[in-house]
T-cell receptor
Framework: DTAVSQTPKYLVTQMGNDKSIKCEQN?????MYWYKQDSKKFLKIMFSYNNKELIINETVPNRFSPKSPDKAHLNLHINSLELGDSAVYFC????????????????FGAGSRLTVL | KNEVEQSPQNLTAQEGEFITINCSYS?????LHWLQQHPGGGIVSLFM???GKKKHGRLIATINIQEKHSSLHITASHPRDSAVYICAVRVGGNEKLTFGTGTRLTIIP
């Protein structure tokens, strides 16, 4: 059983389109994250939700909007896609804050490769 | 300058060699993670540590908080250890992780 699953795995789209990436975890974790990995393989946090509440919102364009309908799901919607949005997007989850008391390694999804043409 | 620096950037070694990957950071942290990204892209969390040393199989991670430095060691390296190893730190009470740029390890049979 996949612990953190993302869909789609690959997404190719035109500039200006709107697209969504979905993430689900079946680990019972209460915290979920979206990370972006650029072409240089550098990972950077975008958003984090704890029990459906946004707790991290890095300097990400407003075109990116996370949605957490419940603590097992964290979806990422991107409006008006731009060439620079091309990257691999990783969803991850943890129980409790990462590095906090009693916590907690991250479990990553397999990644979603977004290519904007 | 990135807050988290890893060295070397690339490392090629023969099977069986002892491997050391280093991570230095410039700020006070509450925890440090070592991650492994496989050639296929998947990321696995290897260790989370805030002091001392942890061991899992052939992997050992150490951290020196005073020196702001961590090392990841692999004993008896094997071609399947070939991957990118990423160091990430949690700063204080901040929830986010700041990542290093990764070390690409290639183990030759």
């Amino acid at each position: 059983d996949t612990a953190v699953s993302q869909t789609p795995k690959y997404l190719v789209t035109q500039m200006g389109n709107d697209k969504s990436i979905k993430c689900e975890q079946n680990l019972g974790h209460d915290t979920m994250y979206w990370y972006k990995q650029d072409s240089k393989k550098f990972l950077k946090i975008m958003f984090s939700y704890n029990n459906k509440e946004l707790i991290i919102n890095e300097t990400v364009p407003n075109r990116f909007s996370p949605k957490s309908p419940d603590k097992a799901h964290l979806n990422l919607h991107i409006n008006s896609l731009e060439l620079g949005d091309s990257a691999v997007y990783f969803c991850a989850s943890s129980q409790g804050a990462i590095g906090g008391y009693g916590a907690n390694v991250l479990t990553f999804g397999a990644g979603s490769r977004l290519t904007v043409l | 300058k990135n807050e988290v620096e890893q060295s070397p950037q690339n490392l090629t070694a023969q099977e069986g060699e002892f491997i050391t990957i280093n991570c230095s950071y410039s700020v006070g942290i509450s925890a440090l993670h070592w991650l492994q990204q496989h050639p296929g892209g998947g990321i696995v969390s290897l260790f989370m540590l805030s002091s001392g040393k942890k061991k899992h199989g052939r992997l050992i991670a150490t951290i020196n908080i005073q020196e702001k430095h961590s090392s990841l060691h692999i004993t008896a390296s094997h071609p399947r250890d070939s991957a990118v190893y990423i160091c990430a730190v949690r700063v204080g009470g901040n929830e986010k992780l700041t990542f290093g740029t990764g070390t690409r390890l290639t183990i030759i049979p």
